[in-house]
């Protein structure tokens, strides 16, 4: 998937937060990423997509966009984490084939996701 030859090449990278980025062979053209993003990065992307479902979310009782944001994570929580996901692999993977020369071919595809908001 990605084009460039090597065995592994751990390197801290600042899409993963300084935690680390795992690059592995996994056949003539494609690779394994293993990332760790942090809090510190996961944090402002929540807070982004917590926004973005206050400013569009209609609940009954609120003019649209005028709904707290506690009920707004409660009500959309799994919505809120799925992007938050999405957006953080997203970036990551982005940034990582930046700063190790990849260049993908097509889309990536996110086999698992090991994803605590707590944690990173």
Request: positive net charge; proline residues 8%; contains cysteine.
């Amino acid at each position: 998937m990605f084009g460039r030859k090597g065995k592994a090449a751990p390197a801290p990278g600042p899409a993963a937060g300084g935690d680390g980025v795992r690059i592995t062979d996994a056949g003539p053209c494609q690779k394994h990423l293993r990332l760790r993003v942090s809090t510190a990065l996961l944090a402002p992307l929540r807070a982004a997509v917590v926004g973005e479902f206050q400013r569009e979310a209609t609940l009954p009782g609120f003019r649209k966009g005028r709904a707290p944001v506690a009920l707004i994570e409660q009500r959309f929580a799994q919505d809120i984490r799925q992007e938050t996901l999405q957006r953080a692999t997203r970036r990551a993977i982005e940034e990582a084939a930046k700063t190790h020369g990849l260049k993908p071919v097509g889309p990536f595809e996110l086999r698992t996701a090991d994803f605590e908001e707590a944690q990173g």
